[in-house]
Structure formats: structure tokens, C-alpha cells
């Protein structure tokens, strides 16, 4: 019975793991430089399946949002003027937001390709984006999707560690430890936009000016649809099978 039990709890990781080798195997066959883009609304999952990718892949993985928290930290002028926006659910203007994307992905660790969550958040930013990459690098969009009231469940109980921006649910995925992170130890904050006065807002946002880049990428044959109103790692699972297939299309053009 206990043996059945321990099973039954190892496979989705087992499950994972063996998608893992091929995946694996099929990126290194090809040189091509790679961006997945992770499009969705805020709370669909968008940094939790960010973090395991860019470890699975060993691609950065970028966040335009843990950007413009950096700056604000850092007292950036830059931060200064996002925080205002933030702060009610807003948009930072796209010019500010893309002189800092493109300062990030200049950098050397870029060059094989990294994952990009939180951006593009705006047609005119999927548009300047574009221009800039050119015909360089293949670019992948995965829609992760979720219901309003799903969201607004997991927004409202998110909190997220100060120091590396690791997310927790305090029911699904609590911390180990209460108000601590497992990964670092960092305190974990609720984000001043969490509030649920707040996430109304960015729902709005998300639904007038992101929505529209699924249509944008589809008609560039570039993206796929993730429902993640399954368990994390059934939707890690769907994104893996996915992505060996285009790194193993990728080897054969
Ligand atoms: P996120 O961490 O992706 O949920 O982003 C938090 C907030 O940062 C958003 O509500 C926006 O105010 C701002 N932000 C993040 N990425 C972008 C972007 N690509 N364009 C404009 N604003 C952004």
C-alpha cells in the first residue's frame, strides 16, 4: 500500500524527468537561437513556468515586471517613474519598457536564446521587438490561459519572496517555512499590485492591450495555446512535448 502510495506521488516528477532527456537532446542539436515568449494574464502561471523552463533549458529567464521591481529597489529613475504606473495597475510606457529589454538582451548569457515573461504587453512592443530580432532568432508564444475568478483567487493569495521574486500560494504552494522563502530564506511580500482593488485593474489592462498579441502571433504561426487551469506540472508537461517537437523541426530546416 505504502509503496503504491510513494508511486503514485513520483510520477508526475517521473513523467517529467523522461521528457526532460529528449528535450534536452534535440536543443543541443540545433543552433538556432531561441525566444519563447509567455503571453497570458497576471496570475496564469507566467513565472512559476518561466523559472522551470529557464532552469530545464538553461536559458535566462526575463521579466520585465522583476526589471522594473530591481529599479525600484535600486532607486533607478527609472523605477521611480514605473512605480507610479504600477501602483495602479497600469502600464509603464512602451518606450521606457523596451530601451530596457534591449539593454537586457544585449547581454552575452542572450546569445542561445532566453524566455521572456511580462513582455510584450502591447502591440506597438510585439511590433518594435520584431524589427529588432529580425530574422535572428525563432520565437515561440505559449497562451497560458485561466478564468477571471481563478485568477483573481491566485492573485490574492500570491505572495512573493523580496530577494529572488520566487512565487508562493499560501494554499497550494505554501513556503516551507511561514514568510520565508525555500529557495534563498528572502522575507515573501504580498506586491503592492496583488491587491484585489489592483488586479480588477490589470485584468482590464490585460484585456484591452495584451489580449490582442494572441491574435498577433497566431497569425505568425508562432504560437501555442496552455491551459493552466491544470496542475503545474501537467502544464510544464504539455509546454516540454511541445518544444521538443519545435527544436527537432528546428535541427531538420
Ligand atoms: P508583472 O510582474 O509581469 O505582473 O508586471 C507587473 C507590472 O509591471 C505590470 O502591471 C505593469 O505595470 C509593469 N510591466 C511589466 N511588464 C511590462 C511591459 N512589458 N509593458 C508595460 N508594463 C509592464
Known amino acids: 500500500m505504502f509503496k503504491l502510495l510513494w508511486?503514485?506521488?513520483?510520477?508526475?516528477?517521473?513523467?517529467i524527468a523522461s521528457l526532460k532527456a529528449p528535450l534536452l537532446e534535440a536543443q543541443n542539436q540545433t543552433s538556432q537561437t531561441v525566444v519563447l515568449i509567455l503571453l497570458g494574464p497576471p496570475g496564469a502561471g507566467k513565472g512559476t513556468q518561466a523559472n522551470i523552463l529557464s532552469d530545464t533549458l538553461q536559458l535566462p529567464h526575463i521579466s520585465t515586471g522583476d526589471l522594473l521591481r530591481?529599479?525600484?529597489?535600486?532607486?533607478?529613475?527609472?523605477?521611480?517613474?514605473?512605480?507610479?504606473?504600477?501602483?495602479?495597475?497600469?502600464?509603464?510606457?512602451d518606450d521606457l519598457i523596451l530601451d530596457m529589454l534591449f539593454a537586457r538582451?544585449?547581454?552575452?548569457d542572450c546569445q542561445r536564446g532566453y524566455i521572456l515573461d511580462g513582455f510584450p504587453r502591447t502591440l506597438p512592443q510585439a511590433?518594435?521587438?520584431?524589427?529588432?530580432?529580425?530574422?535572428?532568432a525563432k520565437t515561440i508564444a505559449l497562451n497560458l490561459s485561466l478564468s477571471n475568478e481563478e485568477i483573481i483567487n491566485r492573485l490574492s493569495k500570491r505572495v512573493t519572496c523580496k530577494e529572488c521574486?520566487?512565487?508562493?500560494?499560501?494554499?497550494h504552494s505554501p513556503p516551507k517555512t511561514e514568510g520565508k522563502c525555500d529557495e534563498c530564506g528572502g522575507t515573501l511580500i504580498q506586491r503592492s499590485d496583488d491587491k484585489e482593488e489592483v488586479i480588477q485593474k490589470r485584468l482590464?489592462?490585460?484585456e484591452k492591450q495584451t489580449?490582442?498579441?494572441?491574435?498577433?502571433?497566431?497569425?505568425?504561426?508562432?504560437?501555442?495555446?496552455?491551459?493552466?487551469?491544470?496542475?503545474?506540472?501537467d502544464v510544464l508537461t504539455?509546454?516540454?512535448?511541445?518544444?521538443?517537437?519545435?527544436?527537432?523541426?528546428?535541427?531538420?530546416?
Open 211 to 233: 489580449a490582442p498579441l494572441i491574435e498577433y502571433y497566431s497569425k505568425e504561426n508562432a504560437l501555442k495555446q496552455v491551459s493552466c487551469s491544470q496542475s503545474i506540472d
Open 105 to 108: 538582451v544585449a547581454n552575452e
Open 165 to 171: 521574486n520566487t512565487p508562493y500560494h499560501l494554499i
Open 127 to 136: 511590433e518594435a521587438y520584431d524589427k529588432r530580432l529580425g530574422t535572428s
Open 204 to 206: 482590464n489592462v490585460y
Open 7 to 15: 508511486m503514485l506521488m513520483l510520477t508526475p516528477t517521473l513523467s
Open 238 to 253: 504539455e509546454i516540454l512535448d511541445y518544444l521538443r517537437e519545435i527544436y527537432r523541426s528546428l535541427k531538420e530546416e
Open 70 to 93: 530591481s529599479n525600484i529597489k535600486e532607486g533607478t529613475e527609472l523605477g521611480k517613474t514605473a512605480k507610479g504606473y504600477m501602483d495602479q495597475g497600469k502600464l509603464v510606457p
